[in-house]
């Protein structure tokens, strides 16, 4: 091998020896560290919530509680304003046209103009005199313009009759009388027909056409096409040319599938009435609206203009003004114009002003006159909704009715005792009002049928027995208007005339009750003075107010909580700890601590209980309060099973145990002052191994 | 690591077992350039380009390295336990608190590279320098109550106060990539070399702990401690270091010069090396504080409302409870430069005395002072020297090396500057071992 290769190969290989020397760094030694590791301390409001607290002249401490059983919404609850919509739906064909009559007549002197010279001068020549006509045959008149445009342009019927009438004026007799009846502007044959004799001043003669399907315009022309006369057979009658063929057009029981017309201001609906509500019992006499609206709903396919006109004359606003809705709709259009009654009120006495429940509206839809022909066909209709919807009151007075509201339910129980899970206690005096508060402007009593705490986690169940209370009849005064008031009635229970002490001693999470309260359990005796806004409710609520004083045995304060020292958490080097407990306490309470550590699955893997020695309570001194802490020191070490429970344990639970301890010249029942405080400290004499890896 | 070395000293009997091409030039070799008198400018095993032997092409390649720790009062037991992976024992912890003093100190060097020297071929009195260094350094200060609190915890210090100021601790982990000149010339009597190299410094990792004022109270029964504090901390970072990634950059020179008096025969060796710093930039830490903290334990407010904090480990907590500020920011460290400065007196044609100093600036090292003293068996050519020093991390010691030129193309040299920490490693508090290779081409 040439040395220099050589050379270089051995550098490579010095090299990769030294490069693959790696320094470990599992290096330890051991070590004692002396440290505090937690402090705080307890005082009465980690015991109890501050805001339930009041403390005395004296700094004792009283818990004021108030527990809510029932607060019925009686507008909400009872009282349902139903909507008072009203439909009205017309069309065309609901529409029926007035019969209609119109006269044509033809003078004499007109036929004679018509018939000429030589005949026609004689008849003109005798005008006032008697002359002899001789008959006559194939005589006829010009068109004759009818003019029915004031009624219609043009009219499509359904159903309808032409009744033609001939009566003849004429001093001579008629035959063969052939009509003929045609439209102005197409010429469609309306009518031809032949009235056989027409006598001379006789009875006139009739003929009935029917117009089903017949499409009429307003503008017609008449025609006579022949009428033939027999003479006066040689006798002189008297010539007045102004002697006439009187033929009388009546239309009638007319229906139309469509018409062309300048239509004249109509109404197609006026309606005016009172609304009632059936309230089921209650008598309003006023009503003010929270929220709600009126409701106009049109829907326009006449081919017009539709003016609706809205008004409720009781309803006044803010403003002082009433209700008076005016919307166009125009042509086949539709009008959705919600107007909001916020703020009104309503006079339910209606039109008379002596009734109740009752408010009085009245629509009108009109067409007005434009002057401009308008078409109107079979399928053109106009609907209308009005009422009032979605009314929800802030006020109603009058007579609330005869009603019971029965009421059972369950509440959370008074909180102030949450964080105790067991043991005994005794309390000292307790006082507790229920305290009935009655928002409605009515007269009304309130049966407690039962009152109740229970413990759900003990199974614990207590009633109140109370004579004064359950089962009695309490007259509750009634709200007072202007300005407004609740009307309350309170009832106290303390320990002399109820068990109540019992309720609270169970530290109950849950409260029961089952009441009925009567709403004018006499009638309407006030003659419709009662009132209820939208405040007004039914309020029954527990007040407490206890002097925080007790006697307790293994009173029990539990908490859990995550724990989550792992290997991760520089750890692993623990050794064994020499913990210590240092307390100061004023409490007159001696107090043992116990936790627990539990895994994910709720195992219990150890628990830390410093040998169950306890922290030793506060002495009291003669005047049966605690001036000096009592300081304790106690210890437990924390090795192998319980240190590797403590690392391995996802939750620990903390448990504390109270025990009162007084002395023989005071109560057994001991006064809890504001200035009471356990303070804890735990230090740890910890044997840690420390690694080089720690850094 | 054994494996590795069977693999080495095998491979070594092959290559020198080798034989060459019997046609392979023959070097023609001069004092100068083919064998120095064996002194060296440092007692150290670093790169030495005023003594380090050129070939006859004027191609040398040389790798070395070199590891040395020391500390005033750490035995070599107590420091190789500490690196490598051993159990301190409470007599270890006792036998160096004996030698603590007020300030202590403990450094780690360790220094490895590979460097070519290229004579040019128009004139070989100039010659090119190229290499690539790792090196490693670790230095701490440390007052005697630190070293309590650290291995021994605050247990015994009840009511007393524990000094914590002026305690450091410093790391540098580098990589330098290096060129340079030197150059020899004469006055027709006295020699003369004169270089310079500089290059690029690519930071792996940095740490640097300064305590300006610290003290520790423990109460009595662990009450309470009061803790008064005002360090800084700066960190590279928590990036993995990499030879791909740049987390610091920086510069570094060195300087060199060496004067040979032939008639004396006195050589004056003076080297400056890695002047210069690296700025860590890449997402470093700092944490800095400057207060006072009087701690009871974890302040529960509702010792029934115990929460996550309170519970667990959590680092962040503990350093919010401290008040320890974290922030990033970016700082420079001053590479540990090292200056080394002997003096050298050929004694007749095969012996050599040294007196020399080394000085690591920007470490708690103190003055080393060091003599050398060493005989060439030029037919075997074989150097032996020994070795004494006092200063630098620890107190006395002395080492042995040896240089043995196999053929004409290689030299290798292994030793050590502290071998008494080797044979007595309870009593003497530094050990050091150093090699190299050099090719000559």
Redesign the interface.
């Known amino acids: 091998m040439n040395k220099h290769y050589k050379g270089l190969l051995l550098i490579l290989c010095v090299i990769l020896v030294i490069t693959s020397c790696r320094r470990s760094l599992d290096t330890g030694w051991d070590t004692r560290y002396l440290t505090p590791i937690v402090t705080g301390e307890l005082t009465i409001y980690d015991l109890v919530p501050d805001s339930l607290t009041q403390f005395e002249e004296d700094e004792s401490v009283t818990l004021v509680y108030k527990s809510e059983l029932l607060d019925y919404d009686l507008t909400q609850e009872a009282i349902e304003i139903p909507d008072t919509s009203v439909e009205i739906y017309v069309s065309l064909d609901s529409l029926t046209l007035e019969d209609q009559e119109m006269e044509v007549s033809i003078s004499l002197g007109q036929i004679a103009i018509d018939l000429g010279f030589p005949i026609g001068t004689l008849i003109i020549l005798s005008n006032g005199d008697s002359a002899v006509l001789d008959p006559l045959t194939g005589l006829s008149t010009d068109p004759t313009l009818i003019d029915a445009t004031s009624f219609f342009e043009s009219a499509t019927f359904s159903a309808g009759f032409l009744k033609v009438s001939i009566a003849n004026g004429l001093p001579v007799d008629l035959d063969t009388v052939v009509l003929k009846l045609t439209n102005f502007t197409d010429g469609a044959l309306i009518l031809q027909d032949t009235f056989f004799y027409v006598p001379a001043a006789g009875v006139p003669v009739v003929i009935i056409k029917d117009l089903t399907g017949m499409t009429v315009e307003g503008n017609m022309y008449a025609e006579i096409l022949n009428f033939n006369t027999p003479g006066s057979n040689g006798d002189s009658v008297f010539i007045d040319t102004s002697d006439a063929l009187f033929i009388e057009f009546t239309a009638y029981d007319m229906e139309l599938l469509e018409a062309t017309a300048v239509f004249p201001e109509q109404n197609l609906i006026n309606s005016a009435n009172d609304v009632e509500y059936d309230m089921g019992g209650p008598e309003f006499t006023l009503m003010g609206i929270e929220s709600g609206h009126v409701v106009v709903y049109v829907v326009n396919s006449i081919n017009d203009t539709i003016e609706i006109v809205y008004d409720i004359p009781g309803a006044i606003g803010p403003d002082g003004s009433s209700v008076h809705i005016v919307s166009k709709v125009a042509p086949n259009d539709t009008l959705d114009e919600p107007f909001d009654l916020q703020g009104y009120t309503i006079d339910l006495r209606g039109s008379t002003g002596d009734r109740v429940n009752t408010f009085f509206q009245a629509l009108s839809a009109s067409i007005n006159y434009t002057g401009v022909a308008t078409h109107i066909t079979l399928a053109d209709s106009l609907r209308v909704i009005y009422g009032l919807e979605d009314i929800v009151p802030n006020e109603l007075r009058g007579y609330l009715g005869q009603y019971d509201v029965f009421v059972a339910d369950t509440t959370d129980g008074i909180n102030v005792f949450d964080q105790f899970t067991d043991g005994v206690v005794q309390f000292g005096q307790i006082n507790v009002d229920l305290e009935i508060a009655n928002g409605l402007g009515a007269s009304g009593n309130v049966i407690v049928n039962s009152l109740g705490a229970m413990n759900t986690e003990t199974g614990q169940v207590v009633f109140l027995e109370c004579s004064e209370v359950i089962g009695q009849a309490l007259d509750i005064s009634r709200a007072v208007d202007n300005p407004y008031a609740p009307g309350y009635t309170t009832i106290s229970l303390n320990s002399d005339n109820s068990n109540i002490n019992d309720l609270l001693e169970i530290f109950p999470d849950k409260l029961f009750y089952d009441v009925v309260m009567h709403v004018n359990p006499n009638g309407n005796e006030f003659n419709y003075q009662d009132f209820v806004i939208s405040t007004s409710k039914l309020n029954i609520s527990l007040n407490l107010n206890m002097p925080l004083e007790f006697f307790a045995s293994n009173l029990t304060l539990e908490n859990e909580f995550p724990v989550t020292l792992d290997a991760g958490s520089g750890t692993d080097g623990v050794g064994n700890i020499d913990l210590t407990l240092y307390a100061d306490n004023t409490f007159p309470l001696d107090a043992t601590i116990n936790i627990v550590f539990i895994d994910e699955f709720g195992t219990k893997l150890d628990s830390l209980n410093f040998g169950g020695d306890k922290i030793n309570p506060g002495i009291l001194s003669g005047d049966c309060r605690v001036h000096e802490p009592a300081t304790t020191e106690i210890h437990q070490i924390v090795d192998g099973v319980l240190k590797d429970a403590i690392l391995n344990a996802s939750n620990a639970i903390a448990t504390i145990k109270f025990n009162t301890a007084s002395i023989p010249e005071c109560s057994d029942i001991v006064k809890i002052y504001s200035d009471y405080v356990m303070k804890i400290q735990l230090v740890g004499d910890i044997n840690y191994t420390f690694s080089t890896a720690d850094f | 690591?054994q494996r590795?070395?069977l693999?080495?000293s095998i491979?070594?009997l092959i290559?020198i077992k080798?034989r060459?091409?019997p046609d392979?030039t023959q070097i023609q070799l001069t004092p100068l350039t083919f064998f120095n008198n064996g002194s060296t400018t440092t007692i150290f095993g670093i790169f030495d380009p005023l003594n380090a032997p050129l070939g006859r092409n004027g191609i040398t390649?040389v790798?070395f390295?070199d590891l040395y720790t020391a500390s005033n009062c750490f035995s070599t037991d107590f420091i190789q336990?500490?690196?490598?992976?051993?159990?301190?024992?409470?007599e270890m912890?006792d036998n160096a608190s004996e030698k603590l003093t007020n300030l202590n100190t403990i450094g780690v060097d360790f220094y490895?590279g590979?460097w070519l020297m290229m004579a040019s071929k128009k004139n070989a009195d100039n010659i090119f320098l190229a290499g690539i260094e790792y090196n490693f350094e670790e230095s701490s200060q440390f007052t005697s109550d630190l070293f309590h609190l650290?291995?021994?915890?605050?247990?015994?210090y009840?009511n007393i106060t524990a000094q914590l100021t002026d305690s450091k601790f410093s790391l540098t982990s580098v990589m330098e990539y290096k060129v340079g000149m030197m150059k020899i010339f004469d006055d027709d009597y006295n020699t003369f070399k004169i270089g310079a190299t500089g290059g690029l410094v690519q930071g792996l990792s940095g740490l640097d702990i300064k305590t300006r004022y610290g003290t520790l109270f423990?109460a009595p029964?662990?009450?309470?401690?009061d803790l008064e504090y005002d360090f800084d901390i700066h960190t590279s970072g928590e990036n993995k270091p990499s030879l791909t990634s740049f987390i610091g950059a920086g510069f570094s020179f060195d300087i060199f010069g060496k004067a040979y008096f032939q008639g004396p025969e006195i050589s004056v060796n003076v080297m400056m090396n890695d002047i210069g710093a690296v700025f860590w930039n890449k997402d470093p830490l700092q944490y800095s504080g400057d207060s006072t903290l009087h701690?009871?334990?974890?302040?529960?407010?509702?010792?029934?409302?115990?929460?996550?904090s309170?519970?667990?480990?959590?680092?962040d907590s503990l350093l919010e409870i401290i008040g320890i500020q974290k922030g990033e920011k970016i700082f420079s460290q001053a590479l540990p430069s090292r200056l080394n400065v002997s003096v050298s007196k050929n004694i007749g044609n095969s012996m050599y005395f040294t007196l020399g100093t080394q000085y690591i600036f920007n470490t708690p090292y103190k003055p080393l002072i060091f003599v050398q003293g060493g005989k060439t068996f030029n037919d075997l050519k074989l150097t032996v020297s020994a070795n004494a020093h006092v200063g630098g991390y620890g107190a006395f010691n002395a080492g042995l090396d040896i240089t043995k030129r196999f053929?004409n193309?290689?030299q290798i040299k292994v030793g050590s500057n502290s071998l008494l920490g080797l044979v007595a490693q309870e009593v003497f508090t530094g050990v050091g071992a150093y090699?190299s290779?050099s090719?000559?081409?």
């Open positions: 690591m590795k070395l693999c080495l491979l070594f290559i080798a060459a091409n392979s390649v790798a390295s336990n500490f690196f490598g992976s051993g159990f301190i024992t409470e912890k490895n590979v650290v291995f021994y915890g605050n247990y015994d009840q423990t029964d662990g009450r309470y401690l701690f009871e334990g974890i302040e529960i407010n509702n010792l029934f409302a115990a929460t996550d309170a519970a667990t480990g959590n680092t053929g193309a290689i090699g290779l090719v000559m081409f």
